[in-house]
């Protein structure tokens, strides 16, 4: 149905940036949804992916915080 990457934008995101999740069951799937109203970047998961990158992005936040991923995490103002 669909290849397994489909690219059509990029984005950067700063630490006040907005992020959200809009479930799709009927689809298995789940989009990602970063920024406002205004300006947003969405992408479409299924449930394999979203367990890749929530799997792989926690390896990724240890390496650059030096913090273990079982830790609690703190609280950002």
Do not use: Y
């Not at 989009?31 to 394999?48: K, M, P, V």
């Amino acid at each position: 149905m669909f290849e397994p990457l489909t690219i059509g934008a990029w984005a950067i995101t700063t630490a006040d940036c907005p992020v959200r999740f809009v479930l799709n069951p009927q689809d298995h799937r789940t989009t990602l949804i970063l920024g406002d109203t205004h300006r947003e970047f969405e992408i479409s998961l299924d449930a394999t992916t979203l367990v890749a990158i929530l799997h792989k992005g926690a390896q990724a936040l240890t390496s650059i915080s030096g913090t273990p991923t079982d830790a609690a995490p703190k609280r950002i103002r």
